[in-house]
């Protein structure tokens, strides 16, 4: 990020939700962006991710500047690029667990053969292949979290994303589920950045950077 700010304007307002923030996340990081509510992490989180732009500066995922392109284009991006687990898991409950995983490959034009082997792969991996053909409805809290995590792996993206992931779970399904992500950001060699307020998380963060306020107070490694 070089920086980047977000201003929100509207009639008789305008919000500076992020002020000039730069920091560098290596590939293969686990990065854990702390702050308390109202500090722009989830705004810094959601540009990350392309879902919104940035009023100016730049934004570079894995070689690109991804404020350069298009709607469609960032589409393309995110779906190929980027993973996304969040607070509230936001499965669907209509579907089984292994749809819910394979959905995300299946946009993108895989095959569902191949779709399918590898939502079985990444289930056996997060310990839920028996919970396959299971209703998402009917899982508790943490299953369902890690049902999000292995849809957010499904297109191997080079970058994972998680917003509060522990927000919604008891302490020790909380301690769980970042052993779980930090052993696939070391298995796969792929970068995490997570935000949240709670800082049981940032013991297993390579990187932390501390925001407040809009802007960046404190980036050091661990």
Known sequence: MEKVWKVYRGEGFRVEALRGVSFQV???????VMGPSGSGKSTL?????????PTRGRIIIDGVDVTRLSEAEKDRFRNRRVGFIFQFFNLINELTVLENVMLPALICGVSFEEAEREALSLLRA???????????????????????????????????????????LDSQTSTEIIRLMK???????????????DPTVAEAATKIVKILDGRVVEEKAV
């Open 26 to 32: 290596s590939e293969g990081e686990f990065c854990v």
């Open 45 to 53: 989180l959601n540009l990350i991710g392309t879902i919104d732009t």
């Open 126 to 168: 997060v310990g839920l292949a028996d919970k396959t053909s299971h209703s998402a409805a009917k899982l508790s809290g943490g299953e369902m979290q890690r049902v999000s995590i292995a849809r957010a792996l499904i297109n191997k993206p080079a970058l994972v994303l998680a917003d509060e992931p522990t927000g919604n």
């Open 183 to 197: 052993e696939l950001n070391q298995r796969n060699r792929q970068t995490f950045i997570l935000v949240t307020h």
